[in-house]
């Protein structure tokens, strides 16, 4: 069974340009989330995704981030202007259904804004 | 803001002894998991603790909880280079939703 993909792996971009990442879920998994790790953190949730419905999304940076979600499979990521700050480590991670809580993580996409 | 704060912050041993990584957390939670990340790469889970458990094992991973102290210690057994990693508690507070707050990990070094 494949895990979950991510693309790019790494992007190095200037500040105020555009960013996307994107993430393809494990087959039949319901819930997707996107996190956002800082050096030497743990993640921190920027969104979660149940389908195609954005279920808890409070920690997303609303002026400048969006995501989507479209048919409730892959994702995307974008970043409007980046700045400075906005460099970590983008993980995308997915769930099955049923009451487990494991969630199963991609490699990231690892930004850096110079 | 993280829930979960491990300690040690950081922890080096030699290959074959064991490593004990503690993590404490503030509010009630229905579960604690822990899980793994090796340099450069994604998470991988390791073991899920319900809060009606007290421990858990698997190979040689230990896990125990303790909800009265909002605490659970991960023990690593006969450890190997190959466990040098970052290791993190995440917990699922039971205030409603599916949320899963991860601390900021223990990292490991195990010497050969």
């Known amino acids: 069974e494949a895990g979950v993909v991510q693309s790019p792996r790494y992007k190095i971009i200037e500040k105020k340009q555009p960013v996307a990442f994107w993430c393809n879920p494990i087959s039949g998994h319901n819930t997707l989330y996107w996190y956002r790790q800082n050096l030497g953190q743990g993640p921190e949730l920027l969104i979660r995704y149940e389908n195609e419905e954005a279920v808890d999304d409070s920690q997303l940076p609303k002026d400048r981030f969006s995501a989507e979600r479209l048919k409730g499979v892959d994702s995307t990521l974008k970043i409007q202007p980046a700045e400075l700050g906005d460099s970590a480590v983008y993980l995308c991670?997915?769930?099955?259904?049923?009451?487990?809580?494991?969630?199963?993580f991609g490699p990231g996409t690892r930004l850096t804004v110079l | 803001s993280q829930q979960g704060e491990e300690d040690p912050q950081a922890l080096s041993i030699q290959e074959g002894e064991n490593a004990t990584m503690n993590c404490s957390y503030k509010?009630?939670?229905?579960?604690l998991q822990w899980y793994r990340q090796n340099s450069g790469r994604g998470l991988v889970h390791l073991i899920l603790i319900r809060s009606n458990e007290r421990e858990k094992h698997s190979g040689r991973l230990r896990v125990t909880l303790d909800t009265s102290k909002k605490s659970s210690s991960l023990l690593i057994t006969a450890s190997r280079a190959a466990d040098t990693a970052s290791y993190f508690c995440?917990?699922?507070?039971?205030?409603?939703?599916?949320?899963?707050?991860f601390g900021a990990g223990t990292r490991l070094f195990v010497k050969a």
């Open positions: 991670a997915s769930k099955g259904g049923g009451a487990a809580d494991t969630q199963y």
């Open positions: 509010t009630s939670i229905n579960n």
């Open positions: 995440a917990t699922a507070p039971n205030t409603g939703g599916f949320k899963t707050i």
